[in-house]
Structures are given as C-alpha cells and as structure tokens.
C-alpha cells in the first residue's frame, strides 16, 4: 500500500487550523497540541469536515515531545506539511515561558522536522508583527538568533537580560523569522521550503475578549489608526499560507511575510507612533 502524505499541525487553535484546512485535502492531518482538549476539538470539525486525522499531545517546549510527536508524524507517513501554530502571548505566561515555548520550540520544531520533511514539502511558521516592533539588532544578536545550537540558546546573555513578557515574546517572534531564514537552507537541500508569516490583530476567541473586554477601547483605537482601519481573520493568515505551501510558492523560502493590515506601517511612521513608549 502506498504511504500517505502527512500535514502536521502544533497549536490547534483558529490560525492553525484555517491553514491547515486549506492545505491537507487527502492527506492525514496530526494536530499536536499542549491542550488535548484543544485538539480533539479540532479534530473533530475537521473530521466533520471530510479530513482524516490524529492528535498526540505536545508541549512545544519540551524537545522530548517535539521528538515524540515526530516519531508519531512519520510513523503516519511522508512528512509534506508543517505548521507551526502555537504560541503562547505576553499576558497569557511569564517570561520564561515565553521564552521556552515560542523561541526555543519553535527553534528545535524547525531543526527536528527539518531532519525528515518530505521532497516538495513545505513549512510555516506563525510568528508575529510583535517582532516587528523590535529595532534593528546589532549584527552578532542577530546571528546568535539564527545560528545558535538550540541546547545553548536560552543562554545567551541579551535573553538572559530580558525582564518583561512584551520584549521576551518580542525577541521570540524575531528568533522565529531569523531561525527559518537559517533553516530554510537546511530544508533546501531536501527539496522544502520553509517560511514565517507575521500576523498583526487577527480575531480569536482571545482577540475577541479583548475587544469586548475593559481594554477595549484601546484596541479600537489602534485598529482605527492602521491603514487597513479593521482587524484581520484567521482566513486571511490560512489564504497567504496556502499560498507559500501551494506549487505557486515554491521560489519563496526563508522569507517572513507580515500580514497586519498596515499596523507596522503606522507604528513606524503614522498614527500608531504613540504606542512606542508601551508597545
Ligand atoms: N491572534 C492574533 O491576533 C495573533 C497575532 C499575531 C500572532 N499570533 C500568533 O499566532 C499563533 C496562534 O495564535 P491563535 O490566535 O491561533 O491562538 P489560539 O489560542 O487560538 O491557538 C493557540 C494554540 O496553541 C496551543 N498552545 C499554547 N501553548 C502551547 C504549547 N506550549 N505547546 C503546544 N501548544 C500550545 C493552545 O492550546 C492553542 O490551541 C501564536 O503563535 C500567536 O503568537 C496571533
């Protein structure tokens, strides 16, 4: 019998699963996930959905659940899809949670299933306009980022000098584009592309407490000042994907798309200037 074709997911929440809906058609979707709940809920709609598929428990964190859950990838099948869709933000965990999940599993996701992606496969890597609101780093960060073995980065010093969650989640998010420019070259040479996607305000269930919720007004007020003057969908983030994973987007690899609807712009250089001293 032929071996199938096999879309992995971690973090099976609202971006994760608009990807990978539009990218697993006859294939067989594996949804890791740090809530089991989470998963199987996932699971579930996709299954309703026509969409054959497996959950396994993973905390992005840990290395042995990384290689636990690629064990149970490829014991499914060809590796073609992988879709990095955890995370956890800067009100949600400390800083070295932050840290440990969404810089240093990202890093060790991207090196583990950079070892065994199938020929014409392709990853992405959720990361955030967040990382765009870092200056420039000096030229030797930037490269301890991208190059650094992922045993020894959480000891770099500038990480180790990190004292609030919006910088430790800020520097993560840079981590992720530098480290897929790094291993976009290692995913080459099996014939993969690999690439981070930068979201700006998307509506979850999460966004969508916060607009409603006692710090509303000042969300409202951001969104009015972007040029796009409203949020973005998880749809939108699942439609550029499907794109970078599609035949049409094999010339693109190691490249960060930021889809934001203008925020970074106006953060930069409009109205959003005033977030400077708080964002
Ligand atoms: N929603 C936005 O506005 C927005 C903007 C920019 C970036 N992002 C990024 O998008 C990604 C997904 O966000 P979302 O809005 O779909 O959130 P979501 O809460 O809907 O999904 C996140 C999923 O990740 C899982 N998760 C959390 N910690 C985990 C861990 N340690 N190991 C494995 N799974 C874990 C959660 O259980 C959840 O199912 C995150 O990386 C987030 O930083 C979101």
């Known amino acids: ?20 809906r539009r990218v697993s058609a006859g294939k067989h979707v ?3 996930d740090y809530s089991m709940d989470n ?19 993973c905390d992005l964190g840990s290395k042995e659940d990384i290689l636990a859950l690629l064990d149970f990838a490829t014991s499914k099948g060809d590796v073609v899809n992988l879709v990095n869709a955890a995370g956890v933000s800067p009100s949600q965990a400390p800083v070295e949670e932050i840290l440990r999940v969404d810089l240093y599993g990202t890093s060790v996701l991207l090196e583990e299933f950079g070892h065994v992606i199938a020929e014409g496969g392709s990853g992405v890597i959720i990361s955030s306009q967040s990382g765009h609101r870092l ?14 073995p992922v045993d020894q980065l959480l000891d770099l010093p500038f990480l180790k000098a990190i004292n609030d969650t919006l910088k430790a989640y800020q520097y993560s998010k840079r981590c992720n584009v530098l480290r897929v420019m790094m ?32 710090r509303k007004e000042g969300y409202l007020k951001m969104i009015q000042g972007m040029p796009a003057r409203r949020a973005g969908t998880p749809d939108e983030v699942g439609d550029l994907a499907e794109f970078l994973m599609s035949s049409r987007g094999r010339f693109i690899s190691g490249a960060d798309l930021l ?15 005033y977030l400077k001293t708080t964002h």
């Open 183 to 214: 291993e976009a070259t290692r995913w080459g040479k099996r014939g993969a592309t690999v690439n981070s996607i930068s979201p700006g305000i998307i509506i979850t269930p999460l966004a969508n407490d916060e607009l409603h919720g006692p």
């Open 39 to 57: 998963a199987q809920r996932a699971a579930q709609t996709l299954e309703d959905a026509g969409f054959e598929c497996s959950t396994i428990r």
């Open 30 to 32: 594996v949804l890791a």
């Open 135 to 148: 200056p420039a780093l000096p030229h030797d960060q930037n490269e301890a980022l991208a190059t650094t």
């Open 259 to 273: 889809i934001d609807g203008g925020c970074t712009a106006s953060y930069w250089y409009g109205d959003l200037q």
């Open 1 to 20: 019998m032929a071996r199938k074709v096999v879309s992995v997911l971690v973090g099976a929440g609202s971006i994760g699963q608009a990807i990978i």
